[in-house]
């Protein structure tokens, strides 16, 4: 994690670690300014393997979940600081399925939300979510 000053003078530390995939293009896997955590979009590659979990759009999903947590628990964060979801998906009748694995994350004051349906994500993936985190005092 490096830290410095933004020209304003807000904190701004980088986010990194190996609980989740590493960052496949020039890109952090979140950055920290001041309270406000931005995570770069997951896919569903488990970080042990380096590969795709794509047995079905649930395991994928449920993968892409866990990748996201590993990134909040980084910045001393959780779901429960989530305050915005972006949610990509290639097919929008995975919709139900994704929104199912999705509930078990978010249940309680669910973050606000959009989910668009793409033309293709990063390795073939099905769905792809990012999300931006405060954290509270």
Known sequence: MSENQTKNGASRRRIRTSRAPAAIGPYSQAVLVNDTLYCSGQIGIDPETTHLVSDSVETETEQILKNLGAV???????????VKCSVFMTDMNDYGVINEVYARYFSEDPPARETVQVAALPRGARVEISCIAVKTK
């Not at 909040?72 to 989530?82: E, G, I, P, Q, T």
């Open 72 to 82: 909040l628990k980084a910045a001393s964060m959780n779901y429960d600081r989530v």
